[in-house]
């Protein structure tokens, strides 16, 4: 049992640290302002709520990279209300003329500065809502900042990992009060 459990912990986390990264990680239980660079990502986008959607968001996404021959990378980003999927582009990918579908869009993002939380566990709304009430009691007592739009989720393990290795974080994006 012991080595099955070796053999499950090392194939969960070991294939996500091969990918490209967008930006570093933040630790578990860690509150922390952080700016994101400017990317490219490819995004595909739902009328409903996130976490009623991401299993069908996921699909034209991975459908795109591997019809294009993109290489993966981490994080995945998820808009909650309504919902949307972000994958971001490695440097490779980035550097190209990418087509659009009716399913999947190629978006740049600017350089963004977020209060961010990390967290482990499942990638499902109660974590997600947890983690953000931290961060959100956390910003109410920072006078020097101010909220400037809604928080996002970000996935950092696919789904195969088991749910207590699993990484996340929850970013809400800030900028100086005055």
Same mark, same amino acid.
């Given at each position: 049992m012991r080595y099955l459990l070796l053999i499950l912990t090392l194939t969960a986390t070991h294939p996500m640290s091969a990918y490209e990264s967008a930006f570093p990680k933040t630790d578990v239980g860690v509150i922390e302002i952080k700016e994101l660079p400017s990317c490219k990502v490819i995004v595909a986008r739902s009328k409903v709520a996130y976490f009623k959607e991401a299993s069908s968001l996921f699909r034209p996404l991975f459908d795109y990279i591997k019809d294009n021959e993109i290489a993966m990378t981490v994080p995945v980003e998820a808009e909650i209300d309504p919902g949307a999927m972000y994958f971001y582009l490695g440097t490779e990918a980035a550097a190209r003329e990418l087509k659009e579908t009716d399913g999947v869009k190629?978006?740049? #993002?600017?350089?963004?500065?977020? *209060?961010?939380?990390?967290?482990?566990? =499942?990638?499902?709304?109660?974590?997600? @809502?947890?983690?953000?009430?931290?961060?959100?009691?956390?910003?109410?007592?920072?006078?020097? #900042?101010?909220?400037?739009?809604? *928080?996002?989720?970000?996935?950092?393990? =696919?789904?195969?990992?088991?749910?207590? @290795?699993?990484?996340?974080?929850?970013?809400?994006?800030?900028?100086?009060?005055?």
């Open positions: 190629v978006k740049a #993002l600017p350089t963004r500065t977020v *209060a961010s939380i990390g967290l482990r566990g =499942g990638y499902g709304e109660a974590n997600f @809502l947890a983690a953000k009430a931290k961060l959100e009691a956390w910003l109410a007592e920072r006078m020097d #900042l101010k909220v400037t739009g809604p *928080a996002r989720a970000i996935y950092w393990n =696919g789904p195969f990992t088991l749910p207590a @290795l699993k990484r996340g974080e929850i970013h809400i994006p800030i900028a100086p009060a005055s």
